[in-house]
């Protein structure tokens, strides 16, 4: 029975570090911008968990196609207890073209979705998500109050630290009074007020 265990961790072990390689070898732009609060970062710098392909897997046109590979980045995660796990993503797309040399497109809208049982279910961009706050069946307010929680512990991990992180809100202009309170709540330990 151990042994039997000891193969999928194992298997696992090497399917991660095989994603991560490849996903390590993906071309990027220089900068990147987060679809929450717009904050622009340097790739090579700030570093965000990549989505695993095992979920990119389960989402219908999220992957890419011949044309172009989506890169995608996990700015904020939350599991209910259902076992329902809800992503705030966001990325670049790079585009395949004739001369070999990669173009990218970048856009800092990202993509609010969950997973449940292997099904994939795309609800609205990031941002919107927040600013509408509009609860059902689909995003609850704990579920947001959640996604806000983790939001805030990514970037000051991305970003290297509380301070690090407060600079960077302020100077990136980032309007405290213009944030829905699940965002406003979960930064107030970065904002200036």
């Known amino acids: 029975m151990h042994s039997i265990d000891l193969k999928h961790i194992a298997g696992a072990a090497v399917l991660a570090l095989a994603s991560a390689s490849s996903f390590a070898a993906l071309p990027s732009p220089r900068i990147l911008s987060e679809p929450v609060l717009g904050l622009r970062y340097e790739a090579a710098r700030v570093r965000f968990d990549p989505l695993p392909p095992e979920v990119i897997a389960n989402c219908e046109n999220m992957d890419g196609n011949d044309e172009w590979k989506s890169v995608w980045f996990i700015y904020a995660q939350a599991t209910t207890p259902s076992g329902r796990t809800y992503y705030a993503s966001g990325g670049y797309d790079i585009a395949r073209n004739a001369s070999g040399k990669p173009g990218f497109l970048t856009g800092d809208a990202g993509l609010v979705f969950f997973t ?69 709540e979960a930064l107030k330990p970065y904002l200036s007020k």
């Open 116 to 184: 449940d049982r292997g099904a994939c279910t795309t609800l609205e961009q990031v941002r919107d998500t927040f600013d509408a706050r509009l609860f059902d069946e689909d995003i609850t307010e704990p579920v947001l109050k959640l996604l806000a929680a983790d939001y805030a512990k990514r970037l000051e991990r991305a970003f290297g630290g509380k301070a690090k992180l407060r600079t960077e809100i302020r100077n990136q202009l980032v309007d405290e009074d213009a944030l829905p309170i699940e965002l406003r």
